[in-house]
């Protein structure tokens, strides 16, 4: 799946690893970005947007994908390019991603903090609102995040310029 | 894996402080909540959580936060954090968090923000 999706990265080097579907393992893959991302020239904000980005799609494949099965495998694959670093997080669900996945709204603190929601979607809400570019992409043999970073942000979509949210 | 979050009670009834280090994951719902349950038990009507020494915290870290947020309600206890770094401050604004537990650059300005004693 990572080569057939690393089409964009003619001629990059292309970092890829398999990690356990176990909790703790977002962390270490956070760490990892920070110090490829450092090596490219990320500013520090930038880096701390990908960490958090990166650890909340792992942890999404590590649960929702992977059902927490230390049997199924999390492959991430990092491609740095000139301007940006393209990050794939690839769990081996065969149910696709639902079809509104990209658009829900998160739940409002209130109904968290009322304990009338079972916290779900904020991590989605703030991948989205940290990268310059997220898509999702079911493949039938797993589910596949494939976010881009901007060395230099791009202004105009708002990407690592965290959006108020309504929680009126 | 292993729970990477250190937890540090300092000061004394009523106003004390948890002070985290090292990462606020899932795997961290016993570190903190244990910490919680201590200083509770210990008399805390106000309670501190301080996280400048708070490397990574995903949504499932904040979620822990949420958790004690939902028990300082029903005790009626104070809660406020301090010491987020920027990026941490940002996302816990945009949530919503700071509706529930005001936030402070540190334990200093947080203190200072209680009703004086009458």
């Known amino acids: 799946v990572v080569s057939r999706l690393a089409f ?71 491609i740095p390019e000139e301007t940006s670093l393209r990050i794939l997080v690839m769990d081996e669900s065969p149910i696709p991603f639902p079809p509104d996945l990209g658009e829900r709204k998160p739940p409002s603190i209130h109904d968290l903090v009322a304990g009338q929601s079972p916290g779900r979607g904020w991590g989605t809400y703030l991948i989205r609102a940290l990268v310059d570019e997220i898509s999702f992409l079911s493949t039938g043999r797993g589910n596949v995040v494939q976010m881009v970073v901007r060395l230099r942000p791009d202004v105009e979509s708002g990407a690592g310029q965290l959006r108020d949210w309504p929680n009126e | 894996m292993r729970d990477l979050l250190e937890t540090r009670i300092l000061g004394e009834p009523p106003v004390m402080t948890i002070e985290l280090r090292g990462q606020l994951t899932v795997l961290a719902e016993e570190s903190l909540l244990g910490a919680y349950r201590d200083v509770t038990s210990r008399g805390a009507q106000t309670v501190v959580l301080e996280f400048s020494g708070v490397d990574f915290m995903p949504t499932g870290g904040i979620a822990l936060v949420i958790r004690i947020i939902q028990q300082t309600r029903a005790t009626k206890q104070r809660l406020f954090c301090v010491g987020l770094i920027l990026h941490y401050r940002k996302i816990f604004a945009m949530m919503g968090m700071d509706q529930y537990a005001p936030l402070f650059d540190t334990v200093a300005e947080a203190l200072a923000s209680l009703p004086s004693p009458a």
Request: glycine share 10%; no cysteine; proline share 3%.
């Open chain 1, 8 to 78: 964009h990265a003619s001629g990059a080097t292309t970092i890829d690893l398999g990690i356990p579907s176990e909790f703790g393992w977002e962390a270490a893959v956070a760490d990892l970005v920070r110090s490829i991302a450092r090596r490219m020239g990320f500013a520090p904000d930038r880096i701390d947007d990908m960490r958090t980005a990166l650890g909340e799609a792992v942890t999404n494949a590590i649960e929702h994908g992977n059902g927490q099965d230390r049997s199924k495998r999390v492959q991430v694959a990092f």
